[in-house]
């Protein structure tokens, strides 16, 4: 059974920097898909970025594009999500996802889902 465990959310001003972890157990990491999602307050859960099979191939929503970058690290069976420049309105809790069929950005396109870590940007 896929376990996804998040980590590196906290309380940051507006303009920091924050990374987020992800750890993936139970299975083989580089058979998935990986994706960020969040969810703010009174929000549906949206999509964030996702990286397929390989490294290179990474997707952001346009919302994030060129302040988050999503990475992958096989050898530590973890997914990286790198986030600059943060605004109130990242403010969410971050959850990781994994897939082993399939490249997407929709909710119903992960099978597996971390608890989530929360992101509060605030001065």
């Known amino acids: 059974q896929v376990q996804l465990v998040e980590s590196g959310g906290g309380l940051v001003l507006p303009g920091d920097s924050l990374t987020l972890s992800c750890v993936l157990s139970?299975?083989?990491?580089?058979?998935?898909?990986m994706g960020w999602f969040r969810q703010a307050p009174g929000k549906e859960r949206e999509f964030v970025a996702r990286?397929?099979?390989?490294?290179?191939?990474?997707y952001h929503a346009d919302s994030v594009k060129g302040r988050f970058t999503i990475s992958r690290d096989n050898a530590k069976n973890t997914v990286y999500l790198q986030m600059n420049s943060l605004k109130p309105e990242d403010t969410a809790v971050y959850y990781c996802?994994?897939?082993?069929?399939?490249?997407?950005?929709?909710?119903?396109?992960?099978?597996?889902w971390g608890q989530g870590t929360q992101v509060t940007v605030s001065s």
């Open positions: 990286v397929g099979w390989t490294a290179d191939n990474k």
């Open positions: 996802a994994a897939d082993s069929r399939r490249v997407g950005i929709r909710l119903d396109d992960y099978d597996y």
């Open positions: 139970g299975r083989t990491f580089s058979n998935y898909v």
